[in-house]
C-alpha cells in the first residue's frame, strides 16, 4: 500500500461508491491494509487472506473453484476492495470472476494493481495489468468499468493518456522534456514504439460495478 492508494481508497468513500459490507483481500498481517479508512466511515470490513492471521475474518484463496469461495465466505458484500494482489495471482482473471460472484447486484469492486513496478515478491510477481485489460474484462463480463475512477495514480484520468484508441503511460514527472523529444524523434522516424520515458511507479486504480 502507498499513500495514494489510501487517498484512493478515501476518494471513494467520498463519493459513495463503498458499501457495508466491504470485504479486503490480501490483508496479510495487517500492516498496510483500508481497515481503519473503512471502519472509521461506519462500514462494516471483513478481511480475507490465504493464510490464518489476527487480520484474517476469512481465509479464503480467490484462485479456487467458484463454489469453494462462495462456500468460505458464506454472504455476499457490497464492496470488495482488492488492492495490490491481481499482481502476485497467476490467474487474476479467476480472482477477479470469484469476486464478481460475491458482490451484490450494484456492487462495487475497488482495484489497484502496478501497471510499470520493480519485481517485489510476496510472495511472486506474476503480472502488470494495463488499461486494456480492465477494459476488456468489464465487456467480457458485461459489467461498468467508471470512468470517473480509472485513473494512473497519482497522476491523472486514464483517459488523458489515450489517443485515437491507442493508451500511453505518462512520461516520467522528472522527465518531461526529454519525453516529448524522444516521442517527437521516433515519431519523424518511424520508431514510435521505442524511446518513450516512463515513470519507475505507475499503478492503475479502478471501480468495477457488477450488473442488476
Known amino acids: ?61 480467490f484462485q479456487g473453484p467458484p463454489e469453494t469461495v462462495r462456500a468460505a465466505a458464506k454472504r455476499t458484500f457490497r464492496t470488495v476492495i482488492c488492492f495490490n494482489v491481481l499482481e502476485h495471482c497467476f490467474e487474476p482473471i479467476r480472482v477477479l470472476d470469484n469476486i464478481l460472484g460475491l458482490l451484490e447486484p450494484h456492487g462495487t469492486c475497488i482495484i489497484v494493481a502496478p501497471t510499470i513496478w520493480p519485481l517485489h515478491d510476496f510472495p511472486r510477481d506474476c503480472y502488470r495489468m494495463n488499461p486494456n485489460f480492465y477494459e476488456e474484462y468489464a465487456a467480457r463480463r458485461q459489467v461498468r468499468l467508471l470512468q470517473k475512477m480509472f485513473d494512473y495514480l497519482n497522476v491523472g484520468p486514464v483517459s488523458q493518456f489515450c489517443e485515437k484508441g491507442q493508451y500511453a503511460y505518462p512520461p516520467a514527472t522528472s522527465s518531461q522534456w526529454k519525453g516529448l523529444w524522444s516521442r517527437c524523434v521516433h515519431r519523424v ?15 492503475i486504480g479502478c471501480v468495477i460495478e457488477k450488473s442488476p
Not at 189 to 203: D, I, K, M, Q, S
Request: charged residues 20%.
Open 189 to 203: 522516424l518511424n520508431t514510435t514504439g521505442r524511446g518513450h520515458v516512463t515513470p519507475n511507479y505507475l499503478a
Open 1 to 61: 500500500m502507498t499513500l495514494e492508494d489510501f487517498a484512493y481508497i478515501r476518494r471513494c468513500v467520498a463519493d459513495g461508491l463503498v458499501g457495508s459490507p466491504c470485504l479486503e483481500l490480501g490483508v496479510g498481517n495487517g500492516e498496510w491494509t483500508c481497515k481503519d479508512v473503512i471502519r472509521s466511515a461506519g462500514i462494516e470490513y471483513v478481511g480475507t487472506d490465504t493464510f490464518e492471521s489476527p487480520e484474517t475474518d476469512i481465509v479464503i484463496d
